[in-house]
């Protein structure tokens, strides 16, 4: 298993600007995942950050609006760029042991202004 | 192109047993399906994860037929800290979540 910090857990953000997201695990992986779940919805991946490598974005999501750090296995960064009231949802970040067994962190809930 | 689908809502009662079925459309040969519980203002939580057949671990059971396109997460005596979302996964694609809520 694995403990997963993201900080800030809640943002309330003007239009225009950026938030960055921090996740920090407590064990090395080497995959770390972004989700958003728009409220009372699924979640969706963003992207795939593999550490050493750029992330890996899913259709409708590009690396301008969302850019990724993963400077070491046990971190990740998730910007969220020139924000706009559509971006309000919950962002969390997730690490997989074995086959798609995933932990996930407790959510950054963000409402753009 | 790959989709899954599950009851939007579900009731039952303490005690009860409660089945959700999801359905997995051309789901991928080598994928697994995977089942998550989610509370209010939290991160999802695994439950129980399987590829076919049937799965058991300590919180439910998993059932999964041969031709892989469907799932059924089984929870056995229900109690009332079991309300909450409940998530299927197959090839990375999440279906819409059941809400469960449990009765006294």
């Known amino acids: 298993s694995a403990v997963i910090s993201q900080k800030p857990s809640r943002d309330i953000c003007q239009r225009g600007t950026s938030l960055t997201i921090q996740c920090q695990v407590d064990?090395?992986?080497?995959?770390m995942f972004w989700y958003r779940q728009q409220p009372g919805q699924s979640l969706t991946l963003i992207a795939t950050?593999?550490?050493?490598?750029?992330?890996?974005?899913e259709s409708g999501f590009v690396i301008d609006k969302f850019p990724i750090s993963r400077p070491n296995l046990t971190f990740s960064t998730l910007t969220v760029s020139n924000m706009s009231p559509e971006d309000s949802s919950i962002y969390l970040c997730?690490?997989?042991?074995?086959?798609?067994?995933?932990?996930f962190g407790q959510g950054t809930r963000l409402t753009v202004v | 192109l790959a989709k899954t689908t599950q009851p939007i809502s579900m009731d039952s009662y303490e005690g009860q047993e409660v089945n959700i079925t999801c359905s997995h459309n051309?789901?991928?040969?080598?994928?697994?399906i995977t089942w998550y519980q989610q509370f209010p203002s939290q991160g999802p939580r695994f439950i129980i994860q399987?590829?076919?057949?049937?799965v058991t671990n300590e919180v439910a059971s998993l059932f999964i037929p041969a031709d892989r396109k469907s799932s059924t997460l089984s929870l056995p005596r229900v109690s009332l800290s079991d309300t909450a979302v409940y998530y299927c996964?197959?090839?990375?694609?999440w279906g819409a979540g059941t809400k469960l809520i449990i009765k006294p």
């Open positions: 996964l197959g090839e990375l694609i």
């Open positions: 064990s090395q992986v080497t995959m």
């Open positions: 051309n789901i991928a040969t080598n994928d697994y």
């Open positions: 399987g590829y076919k057949t049937k």
């Open positions: 950050a593999n550490q050493g490598s750029e992330a890996t974005y």
């Open positions: 997730s690490v997989e042991f074995g086959v798609a067994e995933a932990f």
